[in-house]
């Protein structure tokens, strides 16, 4: 299997219910990020880790919890999540995270399919 | 100004026509920028990256101009199969992180 997998692809969850999501990258890339898209807004960068190191955490709620045990695999652990949380959540992977000195270049970003999620 | 600010749209163009989009965005030291396509409730998918004045690849042509500080994406000889929302992303922060338009909605029609 190639590029980026993400599971399961579509859940539903009450508030008190506690679920997580698993992505997967088959890139050989050291970096992996978790995004939301809420219905009519743009991607928000939720976590970015490199190496396995946590190295950005965009001001998110600590009832979604990331994990990263290894460079391929990815997951969001979520507790007493609330409706507004309903959205796609979408794991990326990229070569490298950031820029490359004084270039204020990025690497490409591969994303998954995504988890639908819906907080009844 | 917006980090990244796209077109509001939606085009609703007929099969065969020329479009053009347009992105402006507000860093400046800004190098590389993307267009990535994202299908109805389907993930992105990198459509051309631009490092340089521009990029080329079959119908598709990204121009970036530095000084406006705007990237626009044309799609000549349109195809039902182009309608989806296309996002412009630039990176921002330290350059360590991308920021994603609000995207452009394009629909070709028969």
């Known amino acids: 299997e190639t590029g980026v997998t993400q599971t399961p692809r579509h859940l539903v969850m009450g508030m008190t219910n506690k679920k997580s999501l698993k992505c997967e990258q088959h890139l050989g890339h050291n970096a992996m990020y978790w995004y939301k898209q809420s219905a009519k807004k743009p991607l928000e960068l939720m976590f970015v880790?490199?190496?396995?190191?946590?190295?950005e955490n965009n001001s998110v709620p600590s009832r979604f919890s990331p994990e990263c045990p290894n460079s391929s695999h990815l997951f969001l652990h979520l507790h007493t999540l609330q409706p507004e949380d309903s959205a796609l959540y979408l794991c990326?992977?990229?070569?490298?995270?950031?820029?490359?000195?004084?270039?204020?270049?990025?690497?490409?970003?591969?994303f998954g399919p995504g988890t639908r999620l819906t907080v009844l | 100004r917006k980090e990244v600010e796209q077109d509001p749209g939606p085009f609703n163009v007929p099969e065969g026509a020329t479009v053009a989009f347009n992105c402006t965005y507000s860093n400046s030291a800004s190098q590389s920028f993307f267009w990535y396509r994202q299908d109805c409730r389907k993930e992105p998918k990198l459509l051309m990256s631009?490092?340089?004045s521009g990029n080329e690849d079959g119908r598709f042509t990204a121009q970036l101009n530095r000084a406006s500080q705007y990237i626009s994406l044309l799609i000549r000889d349109s195809k039902l199969s182009d309608s989806a929302t296309y996002l412009c992303?630039?990176?921002?922060?330290?350059?360590?992180?991308?920021?994603f338009g609000s995207g452009t909605q394009l629909t070709v029609l028969p």
């Open positions: 631009v490092y340089s």
């Open positions: 992303v630039v990176p921002t922060g330290s350059a360590r992180q991308l920021t």
């Open positions: 880790y490199s190496l396995e190191e946590r190295v």
């Open positions: 990326a992977s990229s070569h490298e995270y950031g820029g490359t000195g004084t270039s204020f270049s990025t690497d490409t970003q591969y």
